[in-house]
Nanobody
Framework: QLQLVESGGGLVQPGGSLRLSCRVSGDTLDTYAIGWVRQAPGKEREGISCVDSHNGSTYYADFVKGRFSISRDNGMNTVYLQMSNLTPEDTGVYYC??????????????????????WGQGTQVTVSS
């Protein structure tokens, strides 16, 4: 069974940066597209970014384009989310999630997260001065 474990969250000041990591075990990472989904207090989960398994195609929600970057290291079974120029609106629990092979059409074009089939436990990101 695929397991996903996030790390790297914490408290950061506005304008700061964080790098989240998602360590995958239980199966080979290159079988899955991996994405990041966040949930702000009182709000529904929203997809942020996704990276395909083989060709490495990436997708981003409009509100993170130019600030966040997703990458994967299949040899290390890890996917990263580099976040910069953070604002208080980026506060929330960040989850990594998996779906088979490719970021699905809904994942790639909307912020819906219902195509993901496996989820991590989440890591808290708080942006505050």
């Amino acid at each position: 069974q695929l397991q996903l474990v996030e790390s790297g969250g914490g408290l950061v000041q506005p304008g700061g940066s964080l790098r989240l990591s998602c360590r995958v075990s239980g199966d080979t990472l290159d079988t899955y597209a991996i994405g990041w989904v966040r949930q702000a207090p009182g709000k529904e989960r929203e997809g942020i970014s996704c990276v395909d398994s083989h060709n490495g195609s990436t997708y981003y929600a409009d509100f993170v384009k130019g600030r966040f970057s997703i990458s994967r290291d299949n040899g290390m079974n890890t996917v990263y989310l580099q976040m910069s120029n953070l604002t208080p609106e980026d506060t929330g629990v960040y989850y990594c999630a998996a779906q088979f092979l490719l970021c699905g059409p809904t994942t790639a074009t909307t912020t819906r997260a219902d195509e993901y089939t496996e989820w991590g436990q989440g890591t808290q990101v708080t942006v505050s001065s």
